[in-house]
């Protein structure tokens, strides 16, 4: 059984930093799309960021680029998000979720939440003006 940990939110300033991680145990072999979510109160789920386990790949949404980062350590089976630049309206819960993949050259991870079966159970992250 896949099970996602999030840690490192908390409340910063505008313009303050903060680092998620997300610790994965129970995976099997191969490689695998590990996402961040997130969803703030009234709004749809948004995928923030992506990264394919097999070549570290990445992906972000707009809103993001060039302020976060998304990263990993494979022997610990952990997953970073670096948020600096942080702005009111990244204030949301953030989720970690993954699935098993197996892409392509040209292949990328999906942005849609409904493509990942496994989840955290999310870390609150607020950003005042």
């Known amino acids: 059984q896949v099970q996602l940990v999030e840690s490192g939110g908390g409340s910063v300033q505008a313009g303050g930093s903060l680092r998620l991680s997300c610790a994965a145990s129970?995976?099997?072999?191969?490689?695998?799309?590990m996402g961040w979510f997130r969803q703030a109160p009234g709004k749809e789920r948004e995928g923030v960021a992506s990264i394919y386990t097999g070549d570290g790949r990445t992906y972000y949404t707009d809103s993001v680029k060039g302020r976060f980062a998304i990263s990993q350590d494979n022997a610990k089976n952990t997953v970073y998000l670096q948020m600096n630049s942080l702005k009111p309206e990244d204030t949301a819960m953030y989720y970690c979720?993954?699935?098993?993949?197996?892409?392509?050259?040209?292949?990328?991870?999906?942005?849609?939440?409904?493509?990942?079966?496994?989840w955290g159970q999310g870390t609150q992250v607020t950003v005042s003006s």
């Open positions: 979720a993954s699935y098993r993949a197996r892409l392509g050259v040209a292949g990328a991870c999906s942005t849609a939440g409904s493509s990942y079966p496994y």
């Open positions: 129970g995976y099997t072999y191969g490689s695998h799309c």
